[in-house]
């Protein structure tokens, strides 16, 4: 674990299409909505610590064309570039450039420990995999001309964990020269339920007792285990680093201090369904007002409180967080997805946990719809879906390509100002934030909730 280094040159020609491998990590349950979702490719997964390696789709033209640089979803435990859900070959048929890259996950990507620090040059330990994404941004800054793509029309997007990175980078000084544009689905960095990012000491002390667990603190015993070992056990994510990230990204954006960049961001209506269960309901804040809009009268209102609060704590309320915080800075659109995917009779699936008999719109489900991607997955799209997929692509890539979703025969989208959300679903029409009581109930809550 430490710093990427540049990848040594070579002579003449090289052969690059083939995806290279992915990043190690656990495999997700293949009876999970996320599993079929996100994972179920028809290529096998091949993994290894050399997984640094990034992906070019680009239509046939002379240059100066926008660039999409996509990073993936995961919780920082899944995930690849290379992912079909991701694949690029309709919005470039677009006229965009776009990119998809790896970056180190788990441990290999976010382990804090005074040992590495006192490696590192700068001091600093844990944002590894952030790391990777900012040394992929400097290649598309470097070499993207080459590829048909303009280095200053570059726009960040990403879903769910990439949504989060993106945040983080818009307040990160160092990560400004790389676009000039920013589009997230389903995260945010800021607003989130476990408060902000924990600080540079207290996570190598989480670093030291998850490397306890392993029998010894050292990391040199630790680099002498298998990798696939290491990222197996635990969950993390970005810290204050002190170097790549100065101070929590709450603090810059509370203070208008963020990228000033256009901004395009939304959720999905039942963000919660894959993650609710009913000890959610244990951790409903002790404010006036939760009992109107978390009620729990009966055991279905129950069932679907778990999933509410699960959703608009974790997801909805961050993104409407970020959206809110950002508007004053610079352009912003928000959405909202309403679209339940036609998931086959037939698909080996584990119920949700919160005992609903649908996982409804659940996190990620508006992935095949933006990216345009519908059929690398054999689904029973309807026409609807398909029109969908398409009037949301077309909408992703007039804001890649000109700061702006709107256009051409496009929907009327308004900027978002503190209500205005466009509404994507049996219809696309412009409308307002769903249970603005409830988000703005969740924004009065001291944090972590």
């Not at 990590?25 to 996320?34: A, E, K, L, T």
């Not at 298998?226 to 603090?251: I, N, Y």
């Not at 969908?388 to 702006?404: I, K, N, P, S």
Request: hydrophobic content about 40%; some cysteine.
């Amino acid at each position: 674990v430490r710093r990427c280094r540049p990848a040594p040159a070579w002579d003449g020609e090289r052969r690059a299409d083939t995806f290279g491998p992915a990043p190690l990590q656990p495999q997700p349950p293949r009876d999970s909505i996320m599993y079929h979702t996100n994972f179920a490719d028809r290529r096998a997964l091949v993994m290894s610590e050399d997984c640094l390696y990034l992906n070019v789709w680009t239509p046939d033209a002379a240059g100066g064309l926008p660039v999409m640089v996509w990073i993936h979803g995961g919780g920082n435990r899944y995930g690849h570039g290379g992912q079909e859900i991701h694949d690029g070959t309709s919005m470039a048929r677009r006229g965009l450039v776009v990119v998809t890259l790896n970056h180190r996950l788990g441990a290999l990507g976010f382990l804090a420990h005074p040992e590495l620090a006192a490696e590192d040059d700068t001091g600093a330990s844990g944002n590894y995999g952030l790391l990777d994404i900012v040394a992929a941004l400097t290649w598309v800054r470097e070499n993207i001309v080459a590829f048909g793509g303009d280095p200053d029309r570059v726009t960040l997007a990403g879903n769910s964990a990439g949504a989060a990175h993106i945040c983080h980078l818009m307040a990160a000084q160092r990560a400004r020269p790389f676009f000039r544009a920013a589009l997230a689905q389903s995260a945010s960095g800021i607003g989130r339920a476990e408060g902000p990012l924990p600080a540079q000491a207290a996570a190598q002390k989480r670093g030291l007792r998850w490397a306890e667990d392993f029998g010894d603190r050292d990391i040199a015993a630790l680099r002498r285990l298998d990798g696939v070992e290491l990222v197996l056990k635990g969950h993390f994510g970005p810290v204050v680093d002190g170097h790549l990230l100065t101070e929590p990204s709450d603090d810059v954006f509370a203070s208008a201090r963020q990228h000033a960049v256009p901004l395009l961001l939304g959720s999905n209506r039942d963000e919660g369904s894959v993650y609710a269960s009913p000890a959610a309901l244990r951790q409903l804040p002790v404010e006036p007002g939760t009992d109107e809009v978390y009620p729990v009268r009966d055991a279905d209102e129950a069932r679907l409180t778990a999933r509410r609060f699960t959703g608009e704590s974790r997801f909805t309320h961050p993104v409407w967080h970020w959206a809110t915080a950002h508007h004053i800075k610079a352009p912003t659109w928000l959405y909202r997805f309403e679209r339940t995917p036609p998931l086959p009779a037939d698909l080996p699936l584990t119920p949700p946990r919160d005992g609903l008999r649908s996982y409804g719109v659940h996190h990620t489900a508006e992935l095949p719809y933006t990216l345009d991607t519908l059929d690398c997955r054999p689904w029973p799209w309807t026409d609807t879906d398909r029109a969908l997929a398409r009037t949301m692509a077309e909408a992703w890539t007039r804001f890649v390509a000109t700061g702006d979703p709107n256009g051409g025969a496009l929907p009327a989208w308004p900027a978002f100002t503190g209500t205005e959300a466009m509404v994507f679903g049996e219809t696309v029409a412009a409308g307002t934030v769903e249970r603005l009581d409830a988000l703005r109930l969740l924004a009065r809550c001291p944090r972590p909730l």
